[in-house]
C-alpha cells in the first residue's frame, strides 16, 4: 500500500456543526421561531446580521419555506449586501429561486414601480432625486384630498 495516498477508509467522518450552534441563547430563539415575524433589535456588533441570516436559511433549510417566499429589509445597501451574500453562502446551492433581501427603500420602489398602475398613482409622479420631494408632497396633498 501507499503510505501517500489516502482512502475513504482512512478518513474519519468529522462532526457536523450546525450554524445554529453559534448562537447564544437569545439569537438561537430569533433564528428558530417560525411564527410570524421577528423584530431584531441590539447594539453594534452584537449578531443581528448573523441572526437574521441564520433565521432565513433556517427557515428555508429545517422548516421548508421556500425561499421566494421571504423579505428581509435593511436600511442601508451595504448591510442588504451582506445579508444576500451570507445566506447565498448558507443556503446558496439549495434553491435557484432567492429571498428578497434589500433596503426599505428599494423595495418599496420596486413595488411602486410594479404596481404602479393597481395603486392608481400616475406613472407622471416625480421622486426619483431628494429634490423632489415637494413635488412629491404636493402632489400627494392633491391626491388625499380627491379622496
Given amino acids: 500500500m501507499n503510505p501517500c495516498k489516502i482512502t475513504l477508509a482512512d478518513l474519519e ?3 457536523t456543526l450546525s450554524f445554529l450552534d453559534q ?3 437569545q439569537q438561537r430563539e430569533a433564528v428558530e421561531t417560525v411564527d410570524g415575524p421577528v423584530l431584531i433589535l441590539a447594539g453594534a456588533g452584537s449578531g443581528k446580521t ?4 441564520y433565521r432565513i436559511a433556517n427557515l428555508i433549510e429545517n422548516v421548508g419555506v421556500m425561499p421566494e417566499s421571504i423579505l428581509a429589509m435593511t436600511f442601508t445597501n451595504k448591510a442588504a449586501s451582506e445579508m444576500v451574500e451570507r445566506v447565498d453562502k448558507l443556503v446558496g446551492g439549495l434553491s435557484i429561486a432567492k429571498p428578497v433581501i434589500s433596503t426599505f427603500h428599494s423595495f418599496c420602489v420596486r413595488v411602486l414601480r410594479r404596481d404602479i398602475e393597481a395603486l392608481r398613482i400616475p406613472s407622471s409622479v416625480p421622486g426619483k432625486r431628494p429634490s423632489d420631494t415637494p413635488k412629491v408632497l404636493s402632489f400627494m396633498t392633491r ?5
Avoid at 448573523?50 to 441570516?53: H, L, P, Y
Avoid at 391626491?143 to 379622496?147: H, K, L, T, V
Fill in 13 to 15: 467522518p468529522l462532526p
Fill in 50 to 53: 448573523r441572526v437574521i441570516t
Fill in 143 to 147: 391626491a388625499i384630498r380627491r379622496n
Fill in 23 to 25: 448562537l447564544n441563547p
